[in-house]
């Protein structure tokens, strides 16, 4: 007698096959920039327990249009009043995360925030390379979207799964929410700022920044070495065990395969299938940033690069990056302990 799987299982299985079969299809098609189609698939399919409602498929076209849009509208800006362009970013990056934090969708924060860097710092090196980011972000989005209803039909949540599949949005109190959207917003802007020095190569940089900042409003600052560092880390080991293993046979059906299996190592971690110490969010980042690594390794060797220089300069890159975070965290969560503990004054 067979049995169905319990729905950590389903839920594994549906993140580990959607993002592989991601993977596999945007890199068999050559999109600009392959990697972003499976990063957004690991966060709707780790973040999401049910397909995407007509509702929210149109939230995500507006967010489509918003990031291009203004992102677009602000290359001008920064090319011509660069103090006022960053500002305006920054001031961007903030309002992303903090709606994110006030009850808002968090994976349009994070759509909203990867965007908005991303095409700007591309705009400001070159008009065509900005319009290839679009292109990138919006194929992206639509085989991320495509490729979620068909692993939610593969393996759909059960009827009493259903209905608590999506609890309630944690609502933050405003004071706490701006603290922590600041904290975000820190994280993201110098490696958008180092990014427009060379967008071709610092794009990864960029998404791993803004994963950073996502994973930032949910970190203590007594754990972020741990879950931010530590995350990265084990990222980095997982890109370069998938890159011998993928080596033994190169094709795309081997791709696909290898993915699937690493991804199915993580999601056992991250739906406590084998419970573990460290939270979902740690799993989750370690798979984003297997795949940024993985994937750029992958266009290094197309493109005849030195893959292992490569790899060396971008995982250095990475581990300052989630350095700088963890410090953020810390001045941040210092100057607000510090501002409680200051008694305020009774006025008469």
């Known amino acids: ?28 098609l050559a999109f600009p920039i392959p990697v972003i189609a499976p990063v957004l698939a690991v966060f709707l399919l780790g973040t999401q327990n ?48 903090r709606a994110g934090l006030r009850g808002g969708n968090n994976l349009v924060a994070t759509f909203l925030a990867a965007g908005l860097t991303m095409i700007t710092a591309a705009g400001v090196a070159d008009q065509q390379l900005a319009a290839t980011v679009v292109g990138a972000l919006i194929k992206g989005l639509l085989l991320a979207v495509l490729v979620s209803i068909v692993s939610h039909a593969l393996f759909p949540e059960p009827g009493a799964a259903v209905a608590d599949a999506k609890p309630a949005a944690r609502v933050l109190p405003q004071e706490t929410a701006s603290r922590i ?17 060379d967008p ?4 990864p940089v960029i998404m791993k920044s803004v994963s950073l900042g996502r994973q930032s409003c949910t970190t203590s600052a007594r754990g972020a070495a741990r879950e931010l560092l530590g995350s990265t880390a084990l990222g980095g080991l997982l890109a370069v065990a998938f ?25 056992r971690k991250l739906y406590r299938i084998r419970p573990t110490r460290y939270s979902p969010g740690f799993w989750l980042n370690s798979l984003v940033t297997m795949i940024i690594l993985l994937g750029q390794s ?38 607000a302990q510090r501002g409680a503990a200051v008694p305020r004054r009774n006025t008469p």
Do not use: H
Request: with cysteine; glycine share 4%; net charge positive.
């Open 50 to 97: 049910r397909p995407l409602s007509l509702k929210a498929a149109l939230a995500l076209a507006l967010v489509v249009a918003l990031t291009t849009g203004s992102g677009l509208l602000l290359v001008p800006v920064l090319r011509y009043y660069a103090f006022a362009g960053v500002l305006l970013v920054g001031l961007c990056l903030f309002l992303a995360f």
């Open 200 to 203: 071709a190569s610092y794009m």
């Open 1 to 28: 007698m067979q049995t169905s799987p319990s729905i950590p299982g389903r839920r594994a299985l549906r993140v580990a096959t959607g993002t592989a079969l991601t993977l596999a299809i945007s890199f068999a």
């Open 181 to 197: 959207a600041l904290q975000a917003a820190l994280v993201v802007m110098p490696a958008w700022l180092l990014a427009m020095s």
């Open 243 to 267: 890159w011998f293993a993928l080596r033994l046979f190169v094709n795309i059906w081997m791709f696909y395969l290898w993915m699937l299996l690493f991804g199915l190592l993580v999601a």
């Open 298 to 335: 992958v266009q290094d060797s197309v493109a005849g690069k030195d893959v292992y220089r490569a790899f060396a300069v971008r995982m250095a890159l990475f581990l300052a990056v989630t350095a700088y975070a963890c410090l953020m965290l810390q001045i941040v969560e210092r100057f």
